[in-house]
């Protein structure tokens, strides 16, 4: 079955350290993956996504994706936290079929302590 | 401003009386989406329209029904609600509901069944 896993419930970094937040995969065909983040009370926001091409993707507010096939990873990385991120981030996948249809990660919570 | 909006933001009532929510974006996106977000905040596709269409329709009760008079709306009724309704629905909408694009949400109607 296609599947995407983030295995922390939870990260916690302090402010000005880098941080990861770290998802794994599981797709029949090449994988077309994605990261949202979720500030409380409000809808997912687009992060970045991987689709094909280099393998390290930038995305919004400093973020970015390493996409490690081998691995079968998609981890999501900051070179500098701020306590702004602390939010909670979901890793996405779309299957194979062109049907637009998500699958999403169980979210992992960040907190960016000052 | 452009967005994917829900009305209404809260949804308080009492079990197996019927409800609706309205979605509309002016993205002037193809293709629209209901997610249910549990209390573990786990995210779950329900439905997806691409031009009025019906493209997905997940393991859903019969209870709750989809309507798109256009493109731009996405309807979602409730019938006979359930305690175990009680959950944040989110509405989307993507540009061609491709397998690479973003999805843009909505902030989530609470639903809270007593």
């Known amino acids: 079955a296609q599947s995407v896993a983030q295995p922390e419930d939870q990260v916690k970094v302090a402010e000005g350290n880098p941080l990861t937040v770290k998802c794994t995969y599981s797709?029949?065909?090449?994988?077309?993956l994605f990261w949202y983040v979720q500030y409380p009370n409000r809808g997912l926001q687009f992060l970045l996504k991987?689709?094909?091409?280099?393998?390290l993707v930038k995305g919004s507010y400093g973020f970015e994706a390493e996409f490690n096939k081998s691995q079968t990873s998609f981890h999501l990385k900051k070179p500098s936290a701020l306590v702004s991120d602390s939010a909670l981030y979901f890793c996405?996948?779309?299957?194979?079929?062109?049907?637009?249809?998500?699958?999403f990660g169980q979210g992992t919570t960040l907190q960016v302590k000052p | 401003d452009t967005a994917v909006s829900q009305t209404p933001k809260y949804l308080v009532t009492q079990m197996g009386n019927d409800k609706s929510i309205k979605c509309e974006q002016n993205?002037?996106?193809?293709?629209m989406y209901w997610y249910k977000q549990d209390s573990k905040k786990f995210l779950k596709i329900m439905f997806s329209?691409?031009?009025?269409?019906?493209?997905i329709n997940e393991t859903v009760p019969n209870r709750f029904s989809p309507k798109s008079p256009d493109k731009a709306h996405l309807n979602l009724h409730i019938n006979s609600l359930e305690l175990g309704d009680s959950a944040v629905y989110f509405c989307?909408?993507?540009?061609?509901?491709?397998?690479?694009?973003?999805?843009?949400f909505g902030p989530g109607t609470r639903l809270t069944v007593l």
């Open positions: 989307a909408s993507s540009p061609r509901g491709g397998r690479w694009d973003e999805q843009f």
């Open positions: 797709v029949s065909g090449n994988p077309y």
């Open positions: 991987y689709i094909t091409g280099d393998n």
């Open positions: 996405a996948v779309h299957l194979s079929s062109n049907t637009g249809k998500l699958i």
């Open positions: 993205l002037g996106h193809d293709t």
């Open positions: 329209y691409n031009n009025k269409e019906l493209i």
